[in-house]
């Protein structure tokens, strides 16, 4: 009776009047009526359109959703035409939002303070309510979401590790959503799971390790990846602390980098180790653990009756991204028999480029590994990969065998059930998103995009050090997209170093970002970090970036900040 496609109805007036038993389905639409001069290929010079010879020649365009509802639609009966009209107008919603975020000269945000949003804009309100609200309601809904959201596919949104927005992981994301499945079956999941397989496989042999003998899973973000590596370290030295507890085992340690991720000690924290039981190591200036430092607090813990176990290094660090000596800490890791992890969640992606993989040398002697494909490879989130060099200690670690899911006797291999190796149950499904975009770009497309990254880096450190208003915080070529620095008001810039100086230059930064947000230009994001007062820290992995936007970057915290 009418077309979906692009929400707009047709409808011949004769026809129209024929149907008259549809009568009470259109009172309910309650739609507006509005002539259309648009033939289906040109145009009639103004005249009414038509699809059909008999006349009339016209058709009424129903052209909003108003008084219909959630039970209007699938799976109601005859509701699938309703729901294809719903689903377009939601996809036209999307597409437009997608359009303004790559869109440079738009506002990566529309910025305003949580009591706004709770009390409601200009009829935006995110209470709940006893009733259902009218399916155009939640359209608007839709739209305001996201009109009030970050844009972080923007080409100016420099704020976080993950950022951009991939055509075909989008794809990726619907198509999951659609499914709506859990992994930890393969009787549910079974494509899926054996995706799963095959990009974990990819991924251990980019690594370095044979693929018969690893494993992994894919998790709720690397401090989750990071919590499984402890886990299974643990178990791997004392498996009886899966039933028996820590009181079964002596004090153990843990040692992370000073520039380490915070998630490994949470870690500790949430599976009763401790953090004081997390030994801090020293680092270079330019943020990598130096490796005499770690041994040297490996040999004082065993003095002090404790058991050194477990050594997180880090391949790229959040704010320097920083390389630890993977080689070294190997060495010492063998050296003394601890588990050695390897936290590239930011980092990892460098092993797709020939010409940066060398930074990730030693990985391949790693027990485990945290990956992140949602970050340098550009995939929607999340998508955070646990990997493990010893095949069934996954499985070994966590497995319950309940008996709803896990029958021994299905007619398939249940090797291919992985519920058990996870410390979840249900599991959403993230590998789908990643296994298309790499059907689409290929290894080498993965490539090009990360080389460019580390060019757009290298691109910002040059113009830093050419332009008399900013300091670098260390004058080192960047070793992945990271690039820290401090913006210099003029009002600061004859005043000699000294407290002073770093006083008035710790507010510098936060004041520009707080203008930056709330004029919605752009956004980047800053952090003390050791001794150093608030600085700047860029990164790029959003592939919309190009140099034009680095300039702007410059330039606008040079506008913002010029009065500081």
């Known amino acids: 009776m009418w077309g979906m496609f692009n929400s707009v109805v047709y409808v011949s007036i004769s026809s129209y009047l024929s149907l008259v038993t549809t009568v009470l389905i259109f009172l309910k639409l309650s739609t507006s009526l509005h002539i259309v001069s648009h033939l289906e290929h040109g145009r009639n010079d103004g005249k009414v359109a038509c699809k059909e010879a008999s006349p009339p020649e016209s058709y009424i365009s129903l052209n909003r959703i108003s008084l219909l509802q959630l039970p209007d639609l699938l799976p109601t009966q005859n509701g699938e035409e309703l729901t294809e009209r719903f689903l377009h107008e939601v996809v036209s919603i999307l597409l437009s939002y997608i359009k303004k975020t790559y869109d440079g000269k738009t506002k990566v945000l529309d910025f305003h303070h949580p009591h706004q949003l709770l009390e409601g804009l200009e009829g935006f309100s995110v209470e709940l309510s006893d009733q259902p609200e009218p399916l155009e309601q939640i359209l608007v809904d839709c739209r305001d979401t996201l009109k009030y959201g970050v844009k972080t596919g923007h080409p100016r949104y420099f704020n976080q590790l993950s950022s951009g927005l991939d055509i075909v992981g989008l794809a990726g994301e619907w198509l999951t959503a659609t499914a709506n499945t859990n992994m930890f079956t393969y009787e549910i999941a079974p494509v899926f799971i054996v995706m799963e397989e095959i990009i974990l496989r990819k991924m251990q042999e980019i690594i370095g390790w044979g693929e018969s003998e690893a494993d992994g899973i894919f998790s709720p973000g690397g401090s989750i990846s990071n919590l499984y590596s402890v886990l299974v370290a643990r178990y791997k030295r004392y498996p009886e602390i899966k039933t028996k507890g820590m009181a079964a085992i002596p004090d153990i340690i843990l040692f992370v980098s000073e520039h380490s991720h915070y998630s490994v000690k949470k870690a500790a924290a949430v599976l009763g180790i401790g953090m004081d039981n997390v030994i801090v190591v020293k680092c270079d200036e330019r943020g990598k653990m130096i490796p005499s430092e770690l041994e040297e607090n ?204 770093e006083k008035r230059l710790h507010q510098v930064a936060p004041k520009i970002k707080a203008r930056m947000i709330e004029e919605g230009t752009t956004m980047v994001s800053y952090q003390p970090h050791g001794n150093h007062v608030n600085f700047f820290r860029m990164v790029f992995s959003n592939p919309a970036t190009k140099k034009s936007d680095v300039d702007f970057l410059l330039e606008e915290i040079e506008r913002l900040g010029k009065d500081l």
């Open 298 to 501: 490996i040999i004082q813990v065993k003095k002090q009756g404790k058991v050194p176990f477990y050594v997180s290094a880090t391949a790229g660090t959040t704010v320097y991204g920083a390389f630890d000596p993977l080689v070294h800490i190997a060495d010492i890791c063998e050296k003394y028999n601890l588990w050695m992890h390897v936290d590239a969640a930011w980092g990892g992606g460098l092993l797709l480029s020939r010409r940066h993989s060398h930074k990730l040398s030693g990985i391949e002697r790693a027990n485990s590994v945290t990956w992140n494909p949602h970050k340098l490879m550009g995939v929607p989130l999340q998508c955070s990969a646990f990997l493990v060099r010893e095949k069934g200690l996954l499985q070994a670690c966590n497995q319950l065998c309940a008996g709803y899911l896990f029958q021994p006797d299905k007619q398939y291999d249940t090797a291919y059930d992985t519920g058990d190796k996870a410390i979840q149950c249900g599991r959403h499904v993230d590998v789908f998103k990643l296994w298309l975009m790499w059907r689409a770009k290929g290894t080498r497309g993965f490539e090009t995009l990360i080389n460019r990254f580390l060019e757009l880096a290298e691109y910002l450190y040059k113009e830093l050090k050419t332009r008399k208003n900013y300091e670098l915080v260390f004058d080192a070529e960047p070793e992945l997209t990271n690039v820290c620095f401090w913006y210099i008001p003029p009002s600061l810039q004859k005043i000699p170093k000294g407290p002073e100086r």
